[in-house]
């Protein structure tokens, strides 16, 4: 396994700007999430799909956030309209769902996204 | 919903020591698991650890151990013969195993310092 890969891993854009983030899963993980992590805190749940589906998707995502997962395979991360608020590392997640809550998440290694 | 508290913001431990990390959560539920995941500084997150909320037996993982007490709702982790190389932020974190288990809830972390 290549592991999950996030790019870019960087980005500064100025406010009202759009910006995408892409997130690979490890191949064959069927589920994949999205955390928003700021400075000092413990990553925050923003979505997460099962294969193609969009199965929850949390309060913190405001309708200037989108998420796809058109294939089942690699996902996107659309903040539109950015704010200096939503300067945070955004982690992609993925694992293998196999019916219990036990199976591993492995975690990417974050896109840092810093509004100016 | 559940929380989950870390109450330690920061520890420090001697390398070769012993050093505890105290996590302590809420939930009405009798079906979860619990990790502890390390995020070294600019890498990815990884599991250190989990437990079964079902389990009695403590879990274990080489120098890195549990004291899970259910009742008390309390989910420590030891690490035993410290390495510099343990040094990072820790996380504890909570999954319900009920319907589809989605989301890990975090703590806010225990950033730990190895000392020679």
């Known amino acids: 396994d290549t592991g999950v890969s996030q790019n870019p891993r960087h980005k500064i854009t100025k406010r009202g700007q759009n910006v995408t983030f892409r997130c690979d899963p490890i191949?064959?993980?069927?589920?994949l999430y999205w955390y928003r992590q700021t400075l000092g805190q413990g990553p925050e749940f923003l979505t997460y799909?099962?294969?193609?589906?969009?199965?929850?998707k949390s309060r913190l995502l405001s309708d200037r956030f989108s998420a796809e997962r058109p294939k089942g395979s690699f996902s996107t991360l659309e903040i539109q309209r950015t704010e200096q608020g939503d300067s945070a590392m955004y982690l992609c997640?993925?694992?293998?769902?196999?019916?219990?809550?036990?199976?591993?998440?492995?975690f990417g290694e974050g896109s840092w996204l810093t509004v100016v | 919903a559940q929380t989950v508290t870390q109450s330690q913001p920061e520890m420090s431990v001697q390398e070769a020591e012993t050093v505890t990390l105290s996590c302590t959560y809420d939930t009405s539920e009798s079906d979860y698991y619990l990790f502890w995941y390390k995020q070294p500084p600019s890498r990815q997150m990884i599991l250190v650890i989990r437990q079964e909320a079902y389990k009695q037996q403590n879990a274990t993982e080489n120098r890195f151990s549990v004291n899970f007490q259910k009742a008390a709702k309390s989910f420590s982790l030891k690490i035993s013969d410290s390495q510099l190389g343990d040094a990072a932020m820790y996380f504890c974190?909570?999954?319900?195993?009920?319907?589809?288990?989605?989301?890990?809830?975090f703590g806010t972390g225990t950033r730990l310092q190895v000392t020679l």
């Open positions: 799909f099962q294969n193609e589906a969009q199965l929850e």
């Open positions: 997640a993925s694992s293998r769902w196999v019916g219990r809550a036990g199976n591993t998440i492995y």
């Open positions: 191949s064959e993980h069927n589920r």
């Open positions: 974190a909570y999954r319900s195993d009920t319907g589809t288990a989605s989301k890990l809830t």
